[in-house]
């Protein structure tokens, strides 16, 4: 079946570096995204992975392991507006995404 | 306009009625999407439209739940009867393929309250 796995809450101190793990099962892989989603807000588009490694966009940076079914984002320098929901989604078929609940990072002074 | 738009922002409605909710997808995108997202939760995939292509429904929970899409333009969600359990934010994302990476582009939502 699919799955989507990503912790449900984090809590990080402003500066540092905190790292959100998702891991997925699903019949097919085309990719794998991240957004981010602030409380009440539609989510937006951080990162696209869809071959192994990492790829680094500013302070957020995305892996993939494709063997291991495995993706994480790393947030750096860690900012108060850094407080969202983060949403991994795999991309299963040609356009179908399958979503994970999404992890709610709380940042604390 | 610059980003995708949805209206309404907010709905209430008592048990029973009906609802249409609007989306406005960016110019040019050819693919667009309709979630549901209750409090809390990720994004229940509905539907799916991609140009003249027949839509992908597979989401769509009941027979309550229909939308239609005007081209590669307007979308419209409508909800018959709702139930309180309809009590959820709708979203619209459009997209457009580029080189192999499908970015999808989400609209604001529109805020369902079921009473």
């Known amino acids: 079946g699919q799955n989507i796995d990503q912790p449900t809450e984090m809590t990080a101190t402003e500066g540092a570096i905190v790292q959100i793990n998702c891991t997925y099962q699903?019949?097919?892989?085309?990719?794998l995204f991240w957004y981010q989603q602030h409380a009440g807000e539609a989510p937006t588009f951080l990162s696209y992975?869809?071959l192994d490694g990492l790829e680094e966009k500013g302070r957020f940076s995305s892996f993939l392991s494709r063997s291991k079914g495995y993706s994480y984002l790393l947030l750096k320098e860690l900012q108060m507006k850094d407080s969202a929901s983060y949403l991994c989604?795999?991309?299963?078929?040609?356009?179908?995404?399958?979503w994970g609940a999404g992890t709610k990072l709380i940042i604390k002074p | 306009g610059a980003g995708v738009s949805q209206s309404p922002s907010n709905k209430v409605t008592e048990k029973g009625k009906d609802v249409e909710l609007r989306c406005d997808p960016i110019s040019g995108h050819t693919a667009l999407y309709w979630y549901r997202q209750r409090l809390g939760q990720g994004l229940e995939f509905l539907i799916y439209f991609q140009g003249n292509s027949a839509p992908d429904k597979s989401g769509l929970p009941s027979d309550r739940f229909s939308a239609e899409r005007t081209g590669e333009s307007v979308s419209t969600l409508t909800i018959q009867r709702t139930q309180q359990e309809d009590s959820a934010v709708y979203l619209c994302?459009?997209?457009?393929?580029?080189?192999?990476?499908?970015?999808?582009?989400f609209g604001p939502g529109t805020r369902l309250l079921v009473l």
């Open positions: 699903t019949s097919g892989f085309n990719g």
């Open positions: 992975n869809v």
């Open positions: 994302a459009s997209s457009l393929i580029a080189g192999g990476q499908e970015t999808q582009y």
């Open positions: 989604a795999v991309k299963e078929s040609n356009y179908q995404l399958i």
